[in-house]
């Protein structure tokens, strides 16, 4: 089945130690995006890609970055976790287009990254 | 500012009556409004998608409604089940861009 896979599914990483969350995709979607949620919060979107063109929000830190090798994967890397970034990290694909229906996302079940 | 909001306490109802969840936002103007489904633990699930020249969309027990000049969407769920109890969110999006943002979700419990 075309989906969307995250690994892990649950990281632990030490104060300040650098660390890499990973996304697949079987759908060939053109975006893919990342978000942070926290506990009972809305899903804060981090940045997207739409192919190899990357969208930072305004308010994402830069202690986050992102790379998408290609169509199919896509990381997310924490320079520098902070106990603040503690959070289940969401990502998403779309067929983009701003069509509605296009624009449908499709989620991974989230890597739940605690910070020691 | 921008503000998508979502009732935060959660609503417990009885098993086979209506679920009605509400999402009203301010200094919007969305092109497309969607509801998902998040289950513990687990990435948000879509559901329903109504557009700003829709008034009405259902899906099964679901139904969305939308009303530009209230800026409110209602999302029902009939004949509601145990299975049911999840938190729902709702996002919305401009058009000429996929970029969704979401309210913080409502938790629905249904009792059996």
């Known amino acids: 089945d075309a989906m969307v896979i995250q690994n892990p599914r649950y990281q632990v990483t030490q104060f300040g130690k650098p660390v890499t969350l990973s996304c697949s995709q079987t759908l060939n979607h053109n975006v893919m995006y990342w978000y942070q949620q926290k506990s009972s919060q809305a899903p804060k979107l981090l940045f997207h890609?739409?192919?190899?063109?990357?969208?930072n929000e305004a308010d994402t830190p830069d202690n986050f970055q992102s790379r998408r090798p290609n169509t199919s994967f896509c990381f997310l890397d924490i320079r520098s976790p902070g106990l603040g970034d503690a959070a289940m990290y969401l990502c998403?694909?779309?067929?983009?287009?701003?069509?509605?229906?296009?624009?449908?996302?499709?989620f991974g079940p989230g890597t739940r990254l605690t910070v020691l | 500012s921008q503000k998508i909001e979502q009732n935060s306490e959660a609503l417990n109802i009885q098993e086979g009556k209506t679920a009605t969840l509400t999402c009203n936002y301010t200094?919007?103007?969305?092109?497309?409004l969607q509801w998902y489904r998040q289950d513990p633990g687990r990435g948000p699930v879509f559901l329903l998608l109504?557009?700003?020249?829709?008034k009405e969309k259902r899906k099964e027990r679901l139904k969305v409604t939308f009303d530009t000049t209230l800026k409110q969407s209602l999302f029902h769920i009939t004949a509601s089940q145990p299975a049911d109890s999840a938190t729902y969110l709702c996002a919305l999006t401009t058009s000429g861009t996929y970029k969704y943002i979401f309210g913080t979700g409502t938790r629905l419990k249904v009792l059996a």
């Open positions: 200094n919007y103007s969305p092109a497309y």
């Open positions: 109504i557009r700003e020249n829709e």
């Open positions: 998403a694909t779309s067929k983009g287009g701003g069509t509605g229906n296009q624009d449908t996302q499709y």
């Open positions: 890609y739409y192919d190899k063109d990357f969208n």
